[in-house]
């Protein structure tokens, strides 16, 4: 089982930049697909971003964040993260990690797909 903890969030200024992490403990072998979720209040979870891990580390955006948004990883240090590029108020959201043994061509944004989750961290874009 993996493990997953958030790190990152918190208040920023619309146009500004925030970084969030996300490291993973435990068996991470079995990982094909990490992904960047998102909770806004009484809203649906939504996926943000996602990359391959292994064969493929191709990435992929929700169309609301491209170009604003970058997602990465260094397998050397087990840690996943999201460059926020000028965020907008509508980004503000609970972000969370999530782990996947499926490649990302099959995970897709399925939330069912992603045995593994972080316990989130908050971000708030103040306009």
């Known amino acids: 089982q993996v493990q997953l903890s958030e790190s990152g969030g918190g208040s920023v200024q619309a146009g500004g930049s925030l970084r969030l992490s996300c490291t993973a403990s435990?068996?991470?072998?079995?990982?094909?697909?990490m992904g960047w979720f998102r909770q806004a209040p009484g809203k649906e979870r939504e996926g943000v971003a996602r990359?391959?891990?292994?064969?493929?580390?191709?990435?992929s955006y929700v169309d609301s964040v491209k170009g604003r948004f970058t997602i990465s990883q260094d397998n050397t240090k087990n840690t996943l993260y999201l460059q926020m590029d000028s965020p907008k108020p509508e980004d503000t959201a609970m972000y969370y990690c999530?782990?996947?043994?499926?490649?990302?061509?099959?995970?897709?944004?399925?939330?069912?797909?992603?045995?593994?989750w972080g316990q989130g961290t908050q971000v708030t874009v103040s306009s």
């Open positions: 999530a782990a996947s043994s499926s490649t990302c061509l099959w995970a897709g944004y399925l939330r069912t797909k992603y045995s593994s």
């Open positions: 435990g068996y991470t072998g079995g990982l094909n697909c």
């Open positions: 990359i391959g891990r292994g064969g493929s580390t191709s990435t």
